[in-house]
Nanobody, 121 residues
Framework: QVQLVESGGGLVQAGGSLRLSCAAS????????MGWFRQAPGNQRELVAG???????NYADSVKGRFSISRDSAKNTVYLQMNSLKPEDTAVYYC???????????????WGQGTQVTVSS
C-alpha cells in the first residue's frame, strides 16, 4: 500500500514563497515518476509539475520559471518550491505517484490528501 502525505501549505502574501513536501511510503517508490497537481474551487484538478526517477522535470506553462520540483529518493520525498506566488496560485495542492515518466506528466492511481495554499493580494 502506498501513502502520500503532503505538508508545507499555508497563507502567504503575493510575491512570497512556500515549499511543499510529499513524503511517500510503500513499494518501489524510487523508480516511479511523481507529480504535483492543484485544484481551485470550481476548477478541475490541473497539473503543476512532474519529475522522473532520474530528475527530469516538466511544468505547466503557468508556473514555469517560478516553481521548481525536486526529489530526494533516499527520503522518498518530493518537493515543490514555489516562488513569486500569485493570488491565482491559490488552490489545494496534491501529490501524485505516477508510473513511467511522461511529458506532460500523467497521473497515477495514488494521491495525497492535499494541502491548502492561499496567496493573498
Amino acid at each position: 500500500q502506498v501513502q502520500l502525505v503532503e505538508s508545507g501549505g499555508g497563507l502567504v502574501q503575493a510575491g512570497g514563497s512556500l515549499r511543499l513536501s510529499c513524503a511517500a511510503s510503500g513499494r518501489m517508490l524510487a523508480v516511479n515518476a511523481m507529480g504535483w497537481f492543484r485544484q481551485a474551487p470550481g476548477n478541475q484538478r490541473e497539473l503543476v509539475a512532474g519529475i522522473s526517477s532520474g530528475g527530469s522535470t516538466n511544468y505547466a506553462d503557468s508556473v514555469k520559471g517560478r516553481f521548481s520540483i525536486s526529489r530526494d529518493s533516499a527520503k522518498n520525498t518530493v518537493y515543490l518550491q514555489m516562488n513569486s506566488l500569485k493570488p491565482e496560485d491559490t488552490a489545494v495542492y496534491y501529490c501524485n505517484l505516477g508510473g513511467s515518466y511522461t511529458v506532460p506528466y500523467y497521473p497515477g492511481y495514488y494521491w495525497g490528501q492535499g494541502t491548502q495554499v492561499t496567496v493573498s493580494s
